[in-house]
C-alpha cells in the first residue's frame, strides 16, 4: 500500500514530515498526481543512511532530479507548464548539497575512523617555542 501523508506540525521533528518540508514536496493530498514521494520511499532513504540527515536527503534529491528530468515543457492554449523546471531545481539542490557534504568529509576526520583510537596530530601551533624562557 502506497501513502502520502504530512503533518506541518511534525516539520520540527526529523522525519519524513522535514523531509518531506525540506524538499518542497508538501501536496500530498492528490496522491501520486501531485506529490513526488511517496512515505515509504523517504522511510526507505531515512533507513539507508539512519546516521546521516544530508545523505538521505542526497539520495532521494538524485532520485528525483533523474526521475522527473524527462519531463517537457507542455502548453495546452494559453496554459504552459514549465514541468523542466523543477527538476533543474532539483538538481541544482543535489549539486550544492553534494559540494556540502563534500567540504564537510575534508574538512572533518575520516568517517571511518573511531574516535576513540584518533592521535592528536603530530604538529602543531607552538609546538617550537621554547618553554623555559
Known sequence: MVTYAYDPAEVSNYGKDRMRFELGDTMVEGGADTSALTDEEIEAAL?????????AKLFLLESLYRRFSYEVTTRTGPLTLELQER?????????????????????????????RYRKPPYFYTGMQRNRRI
Do not use: H
Open 47 to 55: 533507513a539507508a543512511y539512519p546516521k546521516s540527515w544530508k545523505r
Open 87 to 115: 527538476a533543474k531545481q532539483w538538481k541544482k539542490d543535489y549539486d550544492d548539497l553534494k559540494k556540502e557534504i563534500s567540504e564537510e568529509t575534508r574538512s572533518g576526520p575520516p568517517p571511518c575512523v573511531d574516535e
